[in-house]
């Protein structure tokens, strides 16, 4: 007996089950217990629930019907873009997850798949899984928990599936050249972009709790951005499809901007920052800004072009987080997490550097014979219409995600309320889940009921700290 069909690569088929795990660990527990630790303590609960719930909520409709059509065969919408827009809606739930994977429009442009269908889907489903994760930052502490129940399937049908088909999946954008590596566009961009307009259609949280946005527990929101970013190895290292060198190559690439990037945070922080004084909160900030730039980048680039992209880009979101987000739209936008900052401008400006820092010597795939290397040429080296590329895709995703996120929590709005009450708000996780992250151990009457001495304690928030220079981050992925 043989365990392996004829096209299996054991190296191969194993790495992509641990790269599509270090993604699925980026967000649980990574961004659970990262948001969960960085936002006020009477919501770590909710927002925990709301990761966990989000990301088995992308689970059932990728196999149901969202993978085909992100990575399947296109539906002709139209002339133009529409008709490489979106792939045919199907499910993936029988015995065709053993043959060999395969993406239809990539047929004959890389080499061919050396692990079965069902690792393919899981390996992606994980990067659609953190996606609304993602942008749960800009609205937590006062988004309805049945609204997002909802509202997450709908986008990932009608959103994520086109982001994934038009540069992932063989689409218009891949066809005319677009480059994302492993999500800067598809997933960073989209969240930051969705993210925002959400902030904005559901409403701020109460005054008082954007004037005190108190972190309840660092060590654990530590604990959060180390499992992001050990785990952007795999987000990053399993995008070749194979355990080759492109895969180390997007590896060292990633580690490199992200530490770059961090270090530049830390330093603008102690010399034009507010009180001239590093802030681990804006390390992490940095952390997730160079994660986040390089990752449409990382195979494509050389390691000289992954350090620039680190320090530009969280130079430039650094810009972003401090002064941009005091003129309008963004200061009216209750971003709770700056998501539109860490994701969406990092997202983008990395997507541009790589219209710029594109490497021809670095080789994604091997020629052979008559076949040349795969490999793509940036502004510095030659190919001045890759930037234009990426600028076409760039102001597609934005324009697109923007516009589904408006639609679909306009039409939720109709049956149901988006903002949590105020009064329920004023609570947080008691109110909604009738638990809290940090109970009071007190004595508990027969009836089940506190004394009225423990009610008032458990309703407060951390005591006051000096606001810290750099405001909360949001995560990555």
Same mark, same amino acid.
């Given at each position: /007996?043989?365990?392996?069909? !004829?096209? =299996?690569?054991?190296?191969?088929?194993?790495?992509?089950?641990?790269?599509?795990?270090?993604?699925?660990? /980026?967000?649980?527990?990574?961004?659970?217990?990262?948001?969960?630790?960085?936002?006020?303590?009477?919501?770590?609960?909710?927002?925990?629930?709301?990761?966990?719930?989000?990301?088995?909520?992308?689970?059932?409709?990728?196999?149901?019907?969202?993978?085909?059509?992100?990575?399947?065969?296109?539906?002709?919408?139209?002339?133009?873009?529409?008709?490489?827009?979106?792939?045919?809606?199907?499910?993936?739930?029988?015995?065709?997850?053993?043959?060999?994977?395969?993406? $239809?429009?990539?047929?004959?442009?890389?080499?061919? +798949?050396?692990?079965?269908?069902?690792?393919?889907?899981?390996?992606?489903?994980?990067?659609?899984?953190?996606? !609304?994760?993602?942008?749960? #930052?800009?609205?937590?502490?006062?988004?309805?928990?049945?609204?997002?129940?909802? +509202?997450?399937?709908?986008?990932?049908?009608?959103?994520?599936?086109?982001?994934?088909?038009?540069?992932?999946?063989?689409?218009?954008? @891949?066809?005319?050249?677009?480059?994302?590596?492993?999500?800067?566009?598809?997933?960073?961009?989209?969240?930051?972009?969705?993210?925002?307009? @959400?902030?904005?259609?559901?409403?701020?949280?109460?005054?008082?709790?954007?004037?005190?946005?108190?972190?309840?527990?660092? !060590?654990?929101?530590? *604990?959060?951005?180390?499992?992001?970013?050990?785990?952007?190895?795999?987000?990053? #290292?399993?995008?070749?499809?194979?355990?080759?060198?492109?895969?180390?190559?997007?590896?060292?690439?990633?580690?490199?901007?992200?530490?770059? *990037?961090? %270090?530049?945070?830390?330093?603008?922080?102690?010399?034009?920052?507010?009180?001239?004084?590093?802030?681990?909160?804006?390390?992490?900030?940095?952390?997730?800004?160079?994660?986040?730039?390089?990752?449409? *980048?990382?195979?494509?680039?050389?390691?000289?072009?992954? =350090?620039?992209? #680190?320090?530009?880009?969280?130079?430039?979101?650094? =810009?972003?987080?401090?002064?941009?987000?005091?003129?309008?739209?963004?200061?009216?936008?209750?971003?709770?997490?700056?998501?539109?900052?860490?994701?969406?401008?990092?997202?983008?400006?990395?997507?541009?550097?790589?219209?710029?820092?594109?490497?021809?010597?670095?080789?994604?795939?091997?020629?052979?014979?008559?076949?040349?290397?795969?490999?793509?040429?940036?502004?510095?080296?030659?190919?001045?219409?890759?930037?234009?590329?990426? *600028?076409?895709?760039?102001?597609?995703?934005?324009?697109?995600?923007?516009?589904?996120?408006?639609?679909?929590?306009?039409?939720?709005?109709? +049956?149901?309320?988006?903002?949590?009450?105020?009064?329920?708000?004023?609570?947080?996780?008691?109110?909604?889940?009738?638990?809290?992250?940090?109970?009071?151990?007190? %004595?508990?009457?027969?009836?089940?009921?506190? $004394?009225?001495?423990?009610? $008032?304690?458990?309703?407060?928030?951390?005591?006051?700290?000096?606001?810290?220079?750099?405001?909360?981050?949001?995560?990555?992925?």
């Amino acid at each position: /007996m043989n365990p392996y069909p !004829p096209w =299996l690569n054991a190296g191969d088929n194993a790495w992509q089950l641990v790269a599509a795990t270090l993604v699925g660990l /980026m967000s649980i527990p990574g961004l659970a217990i990262l948001y969960g630790g960085i936002v006020q303590r009477k919501w770590a609960v909710n927002t925990m629930l709301m990761a966990f719930t989000g990301f088995s909520l992308v689970l059932l409709v990728w196999v149901l019907w969202v993978f085909n059509m992100g990575f399947g065969s296109p539906l002709k919408l139209g002339p133009g873009i529409l008709s490489n827009f979106v792939g045919k809606p199907a499910p993936i739930l029988g015995h065709a997850t053993q043959a060999q994977a395969q993406i $239809p429009l990539l047929n004959g442009t890389m080499p061919l +798949f050396r692990f079965p269908l069902s690792t393919l889907a899981y390996f992606q489903f994980v990067f659609a899984g953190i996606t !609304p994760l993602l942008f749960l #930052g800009s609205v937590v502490g006062r988004i309805n928990f049945k609204a997002w129940l909802i +509202f997450v399937p709908l986008w990932s049908t009608l959103a994520y599936s086109v982001n994934a088909f038009l540069l992932w999946g063989g689409g218009w954008w @891949a066809q005319h050249g677009s480059l994302d590596y492993s999500g800067g566009y598809v997933i960073h961009l989209a969240a930051g972009t969705s993210g925002f307009v @959400a902030a904005a259609v559901i409403g701020p949280r109460l005054a008082r709790d954007r004037a005190r946005a108190i972190p309840n527990n660092l !060590p654990m929101a530590a *604990a959060g951005a180390g499992i992001l970013w050990l785990g952007w190895n795999g987000f990053n #290292g399993g995008d070749p499809y194979f355990a080759g060198a492109d895969a180390s190559t997007a590896v060292i690439n990633t580690n490199l901007a992200t530490a770059a *990037a961090l %270090l530049v945070w830390v330093v603008l922080d102690m010399w034009f920052g507010i009180d001239r004084k590093p802030t681990f909160l804006g390390a992490v900030n940095g952390m997730i800004t160079g994660l986040v730039a390089i990752t449409p *980048a990382a195979g494509y680039i050389n390691g000289f072009g992954a =350090l620039l992209t #680190g320090l530009i880009a969280s130079t430039l979101v650094w =810009l972003s987080w401090n002064k941009l987000s005091k003129v309008k739209p963004f200061s009216k936008v209750d971003d709770a997490l700056g998501v539109v900052h860490t994701h969406g401008v990092a997202g983008l400006a990395g997507g541009l550097l790589v219209g710029l820092f594109a490497d021809p010597s670095i080789i994604v795939y091997l020629g052979s014979g008559s076949t040349a290397n795969v490999s793509y040429a940036g502004l510095l080296y030659g190919n001045p219409k890759q930037l234009l590329w990426q *600028a076409g895709a760039a102001l597609t995703i934005i324009v697109w995600d923007a516009l589904i996120t408006f639609l679909i929590l306009k039409f939720l709005s109709l +049956f149901m309320p988006l903002r949590l009450p105020n009064e329920v708000l004023e609570t947080g996780d008691l109110a909604v889940h009738d638990e809290e992250a940090y109970p009071i151990d007190t %004595l508990v009457r027969a009836e089940g009921t506190r $004394p009225p001495s423990a009610l $008032p304690r458990s309703t407060t928030t951390a005591a006051p700290q000096t606001q810290p220079t750099s405001p909360n981050p949001t995560s990555s992925s």
